[in-house]
């Protein structure tokens, strides 16, 4: 049985929430789109921290930006703040040295890695943790795309900075985020909290003990109640097939569909199975377009410029149904303009995308692309 309440379905099976039921709300958010605002706000938040500092990330690099947040995360452990620091084995091991993992330790720090490479284990070392993610005092909250390292700052790395998106909150979203760090620094699932009204806006791990695959639920659920568009922003667009029909029915139902990809794609199995869904969608009405200046790496979605997602997962196998992801979804109108308003700036620098470019790759390159998809789901 479901019960439908405007956009998002609440689905009472096996007493699970699934997707949760959200009413208009303007809470406040910060949108970040510059790694070097980003950096300043929440290095400067960290410096405020009073109580507590928790913090996770895919790549923690040893350069000028990773060695900023590791001096200002071990002053504030050094007064007494407790910090915490989770980042992944694959993202960032390779990334630190021995140096920069003692200095840490040393300073006060309780520094995680999740998911080390052992010979026992070896399926482990498949689930990455990829969020990124800022919990100060419980008073302030960090969470999008953008990793700790220099290609994210244009004063370090110029025009070929990686266009990414962050977003900033306050207010109990910051309790929200807490407990799904805590939950998964204890390697436990998030279970959910059911407010005695319904919310505007939720911050959802896709793994939790209401649903394995949740971010997957939500984003069908968000599709498939689109009545006007739909405006994704993705690196990696390699959805299964139930997200892809999603999005095709939407499409078959009037709704305008519009999905911003990276023009390249320098991982060349993602590269062949993306131009093979780039041309299904286009074929069934979707416009595809591929941003052209910078690595893209945002991952946002609106819906009817009233419902909005940002964060971590991309529209991929791996963080759909493997990968540890965390994002906000919102029923904000001023969050939806603001990501409207980018996405029309990155449409800006961007070129449509002809619904027969797979097909005229090399016949070399459609074969490999019929393997990669074959092999999707580990991608």
């Known amino acids: 049985m479901s019960v439908r309440v405007n956009h998002f379905l609440w689905i009472p099976h096996r007493r699970r929430l699934c997707t949760p039921v959200l009413m208009p709300g303007d809470e406040p958010f910060q949108l970040f789109t510059e790694g070097d605002l980003l950096y300043d706000a929440m290095i400067q938040a960290i410096a405020e921290a009073q109580d507590e500092v928790a913090m996770e990330s895919y790549i923690f690099a040893e350069d000028e930006i990773g060695w900023r947040f590791a001096e200002v995360l071990a002053a504030r452990a050094q007064a007494g703040v407790r910090v915490r620091l989770h980042l992944d084995a694959a993202g960032s091991l ?9 200095f840490l330790r040393t300073s006060g720090i309780e520094l995680r890695w999740f998911h080390r490479w052992h010979w026992s284990r070896p399926l482990h070392y498949n689930q990455r943790n990829h969020r990124k993610l800022l919990v100060v005092d419980e008073r302030k909250a960090f969470l999008g795309g953008f ?60 793994k939790s003990a209401d649903c394995q695959h949740r971010l997957h639920c939500v984003f069908a659920s968000m599709f498939g109640s689109a009545r006007r568009r739909i405006e994704m922003t993705t690196p990696y667009l390699v959805p299964d097939e139930w997200t892809l029909r999603a999005l095709e029915h939407a499409a078959r139902r009037g709704v305008a569909v519009r999905v911003l990809v990276p023009l390249r794609n320098d991982i060349a199995p993602i590269r062949w199975i993306a131009q093979r869904i780039q041309g299904r969608l286009q074929r069934k009405g979707i416009r595809v377009f591929g941003y052209r200046p910078r690595l893209l790496h945002a991952k946002t979605l609106t819906v009817d410029s009233e419902w909005a997602s940002v964060g971590t997962a991309n529209m991929d196998y791996r963080s759909l149904f493997l990968n540890h992801e965390l994002n906000l979804c919102a029923r904000s109108p001023s969050l939806a303009a603001a990501l409207e308003g980018q996405f029309e700036t990155d449409l800006a620098e961007a070129e449509e995308l002809g619904a027969s470019s797979g097909l005229r790759l090399p016949l070399t390159d459609r074969l490999l692309a019929l393997l990669a998809w074959a092999a999707r789901r580990w991608l």
């Open 147 to 206: 990793n700790i390292h220099r290609e994210n700052s244009q004063e370090l790395y110029g025009e070929r900075r990686w266009r990414d998106t962050h977003v900033a909150m306050t207010g109990p979203l910051v309790r929200q985020a807490r407990n799904a760090y805590q939950a998964l620094w204890e390697d436990q699932l998030f279970r959910s909290e059911l407010d005695a009204e319904p919310p505007s806006a939720v911050v959802l791990p896709n």
């Open 94 to 102: 390779f990334w630190v040295s021995r140096r920069l993992d003692h």
